[in-house]
């Protein structure tokens, strides 16, 4: 049986809002305890940094990754600020890669952000999708 294009449109955007609220909710699950954390839980999260050769201003990348967590999750589910926010996810997933590669741990540990961040690089390709706030206003 052949779906009409009416149908298979309203389906994609039907699909990108499970994804977006889905991955939102769980992306501010994962970065509000980080932002809560305060400066001490910032600067070892930024500690992570060094994976990448990057050893100043620690405390700020750590409140970064859980703005970017937190915030950016937000801006996904609602569809608001789609670029930026997708940009800070995926600079967030590269970190989180990196420091799992530069710990050695095992690929279970590794393929969360890494998978994160290939999802996240296709919402950036295919737009929030016609059901979001920014839409509305």
Do not use: Q
Not at 21 to 50: C, D, N, Q, Y
Not at 65 to 81: K, R
Not at 84 to 104: K, R
């Amino acid at each position: 049986m052949r779906r009409s294009s009416t149908t298979s449109s309203k389906n994609f955007h039907l699909g990108l809002l499970i994804i977006r609220i889905g991955l939102g909710i769980s992306f501010i699950a994962h970065g509000l305890p980080k932002l809560m954390g305060g400066p001490e839980r910032w600067e070892k999260l930024g500690g992570t940094m060094e994976n990448l050769g990057i050893t100043f201003l620690p405390a700020f990348w750590g409140f970064m990754g859980g703005f970017a967590e937190c915030v950016g999750g937000l801006c996904l589910m609602l569809g608001i600020l789609w670029v930026p926010a997708l940009l800070l996810l995926i600079a967030t997933m590269i970190v989180a890669t990196a420091m799992h590669i530069g710990n050695s741990d095992s690929y279970g540990r590794i393929s969360h952000p890494l998978e994160a961040g290939i999802v996240f690089i296709a919402l950036l390709v295919t737009g929030p999708g016609k059901h979001r706030i920014s839409k509305k206003l």
